[in-house]
């Protein structure tokens, strides 16, 4: 393998370094400076806080391009024009202890599963979104969570609304942060709430798991690229609630209304500072899931194992059981939302020959055979360099959406909804990976363009959001421990 590229060296491109050396700050309408450009290259400034967090021109300077990126990500410093200091990281309340979350996920013996049990609570926050390992690494990024993060920002905040008040989780202390509401001992749990039934989307009588993002903690590194990330991790996190949640016996609703997300924040979360990026409602309890076998019952320790492999990912070229895609097929099938597919271009797993797959509507097709190493290396390029060793990964994959008729009927907001749908479903490759012990690298270093032609995407219509390398991690530097509270 040559030029293999991660994060910290991925904007190698001459042309983005000559970009950003016009960069300068101003302050967007939140307080929030971000670096734009004025290098006389035609581009208007933009600021992403404020009405317009995703304005049509992200699709080009942070999809088809990553030329929102500033030169400084590849020194770490933080985005010229941003804030020095961290933003605050969570807002100031009563705090409540959670329960020590269980150590595997299944649904209460005696009991529908419901909010109001205390271990259920605990359980489908911490494996949502909780700080599940601690990284030693000497000048490592030390805190990893269930979901995986573009350089562990962390951007996305997670919300337990219920009709009487609301309460932000804090992972690192496994506790809810009183944002609104006043609350007895009896802590998050003491309305009726999924109690009541489907509820049918009202903010007035059901319990919401509100996701939020503050741009402000990721753009601090990656500038003007910070919302394209932070719509991406929204909705991994989205996928996260969704499936743990269906773990424990939990039915959800999951939703991407404006109006619903207006109302729930409304009054409740720290406007100024977070975007509402989506939801999901708790609905009664189910008993039997669909799938008996997804989620599988051996999804806590998956999670607990979940990682995105070494800086540079160079995994060992070992082929990967047939079990990886059968269960890739049954998490897909069971993502909150649909209208994605995801190609797979399958290298190395047992029993199935190397090719072009598609998984979409609930099915797997073959669509091509033969080793797809080319299409990956043409494909999985940043500015110019080889993104990961695909010489050596089992699978990759490529979660594609319709973003000619989403943006035909939504607008700018397409952005963040197409977002939210792949980002659950990159959430669940991630997740089957693990649970078959490899590592999961999600890399937006490939050229949307090729990846559009060479996969076949229909023209004009389908665009790729998400890659996703999949392989066996080797040995290497890091040594991360799991976190239990
Ligand atoms: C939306 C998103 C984009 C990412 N993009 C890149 C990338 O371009 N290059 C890279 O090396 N890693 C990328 N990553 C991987 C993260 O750096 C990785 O998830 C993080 O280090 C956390 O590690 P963990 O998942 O093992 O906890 C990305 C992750 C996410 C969620």
Known sequence: MTGATNETDGTGDPSVTEEATGVTGVTGVTGVTVATRADGTGRTPRSFAGEDPFPLALWAEAVY????????????????????????????????????????????????????????????????????QHD?????????RAVASARCRYPSELTLVTPTAAFRFDPLHHQLVVLTGSVTGDQANDQEGDRTGDGGGDPGTSRFIVITSRFARTARLYGGYAPRLCAQEAGMLLGAVHLVAAALGLRTRPGQDQETLRVLCADRLPDAVEHPMGYLEILRSVEQPADPTWPPPDLAPALRARHSGAAIFDPVPTPSPRALLTDLGAALAAAPFTGFSSHLLVQRVAGFPPGHYVHSDGRLRQVSDGDPLELLEQTGQTEGRVSVNFRSTACTAYIAVRRGTAVARYGADAFRRLHLTAGAAAHLLCVVAARHGLSARIHNGYDAAVAERLLGLTPGEETVLFQVAIGTARPGAAFRIPVVF
């Open 65 to 132: 391009s990553r030329r929102a990126i500033p030169a400084t990500l590849a020194s770490g410093y933080p985005a010229p024009g941003t804030a020095d200091a961290e933003p605050d990281p969570l807002p100031h309340g009563p705090r409540l202890q959670l329960v020590s979350p269980p150590l595997d996920l299944v649904p209460p013996a005696d009991s529908p599963a419901a909010l109001t049990d205390p271990a259920v609570l605990s359980a489908l926050l911490h494996y949502s979104y909780g700080l599940l």
């Open 136 to 144: 030693l690494t000497p000048g490592g990024w030390p805190l990893h």
